[in-house]
């Protein structure tokens, strides 16, 4: 089989470690030299000086978990070689493997041969915008957890608030809930919180807030609201970043809001 790159390495990457393969094509002999590193910012500038002075061309690894990225992000910085970021499924399903060759090996002549279909890394901005949307979207969910726990918690306590309301988290809502962890329980002054705007009547919300709401509920109600309030505050945080960071990409990004459905 055709050798494509002459000169390259496989590694096997660890949390703690990483295996690295140096492969040398010569005529038709074939020499391979392994060694370890440890994953920390010196042992992978270590690898980085090993796999340039050996005259490295290209350089691949398994996509495992997140531990690739922090030896990706060193190595990306030495031009001399190609990164390629290999499936770990797509490796398993190359036929031909043997049980007893190190893994390392095994990318290395992969590689060599050019059988190795290398994976999208994005540059680095759009990476630290993909980190923050999901961060976002994490964010997002655990505030919708919250405003579950929150609303068992009144189930729980016999307030039927969600009846009466359409946002839970609304202003009408959120003047009433706070009226119960201080320690209201009049039906009454309950309804009197209300703004007003409320579609139901006042006597359907009289009977909506008429509960047996203990202090271990108003305990549950205060920290789900605080826990809410923080989230909804990292969110907005995490908002301004993903702002900055699609500075330089506004104009590309406002053009695909235009695509139908791309909102």
Known sequence: MEILHPRCAGLDVHSRQVTACVRVAADRAVT???????????GLLELSAW?????????????????????????????????VLANAQHIRNVPGRKSDRKDAAWIADLLAHG??????????????????????????????????????????????????????LGASSRAVLTALIAGETDPERLADCTTGRLKAGRADIVAAVHGRVTAHHRFLLELHLGQIDAL????????????????????AADRLTTIPGGQ
């Open 32 to 42: 391979t030299e392994h060694r370890e590193f440890a994953t920390t910012t010196a």
């Open 51 to 83: 796999l340039t002075e050996a005259g490295c061309t290209h350089v691949a690894m398994e996509a495992t978990g997140v531990y690739w990225k922090p030896v990706w992000h060193i190595l990306e910085d030495e031009e001399s070689f190609t990164l």
């Open 115 to 168: 059988l190795i279909e290398g994976s999208f890394v994005p540059p680095a901005p759009i990476q630290e915008l993909r980190d923050l949307t999901r961060t976002r979207k994490q964010l997002v969910a655990e505030i919708a957890r919250h405003t579950q726990r929150l609303q068992k918690t009144l189930e729980d306590a016999n307030v039927k608030l969600t009846r009466v309301v359409t946002d839970i």
């Open 232 to 251: 909804r505050a990292t969110v907005q945080k995490v908002e301004r970043q993903v702002d900055e960071v699609l500075r330089p990409f506004r104009e």
